[in-house]
């Protein structure tokens, strides 16, 4: 039962990584957001939530 915890934060981390590159940042920036993601699975979840690209509200 402890995995349980990983396999939402990699679920969450996929969703992240999606939205960065579905996001209309540049490329640069995307390759950035998604190695900090991947290195720094949590820190790059709770970064890229309040720090990433907002999408529009419309």
């Known amino acids: ?3 349980i915890f990983g396999v ?6 996929i ?3 999606l939205s960065v590159w579905s996001s209309g940042a540049s490329t640069v920036s995307k390759l950035l ?3 900090l993601i991947i290195v720094l699975p949590i820190i790059g979840l709770i970064a890229w939530y ?3 690209p ?3 509200s419309a």
Request: no cysteine; charged share 20%.
């Open 8 to 13: 939402i934060i990699l679920i969450l981390d």
């Open 50 to 52: 309040f720090l990433g």
């Open 15 to 17: 969703i992240a990584v």
């Open 33 to 35: 957001w998604t190695l």
């Open 54 to 56: 907002k999408r529009g």
């Open 1 to 3: 039962m402890d995995y």
